[in-house]
């Protein structure tokens, strides 16, 4: 079930891509989707897909490449620890 806790752990992962450099796109149906597009080359884009709490897709690109990697997490602290590993590395 999704609660108060959860949503906050979303707008801190929103804060990670808060700087210019990412455009947010939000769609809410039978599940969240969130994605975070480069303003400068809309290829390269984050993609984040709430099925429910325990069921989360990531979608994040490859660096150098036209390639994208995906991946299945079970909860959103590790969403929110995958992406700040990635963002942080690259520094982005």
């Not at 707008?11 to 939000?26: A, G, P, R, V």
């Not at 480069?38 to 989360?56: A, C, L």
């Not at 997490?73 to 969403?79: G, P, S, T």
């Amino acid at each position: 079930m999704l609660n108060i806790d959860f949503f906050n752990k979303i707008s801190e992962i929103d804060k990670l891509f808060c700087n210019n450099i990412y455009k947010k796109y939000k769609s809410i149906d039978t599940k969240i989707e969130l994605s975070y597009k480069k303003i400068d080359n809309i290829i390269y884009e984050y993609k984040i897909i709430i099925y429910n709490d325990d069921n989360i897709d990531v979608t994040i690109p490859i660096d150098n490449s036209n390639y994208k990697y995906k991946t299945t997490l079970y909860n959103i602290d590790d969403v929110y620890n995958y992406l700040v590993f990635h963002l942080k590395k690259y520094k982005i």
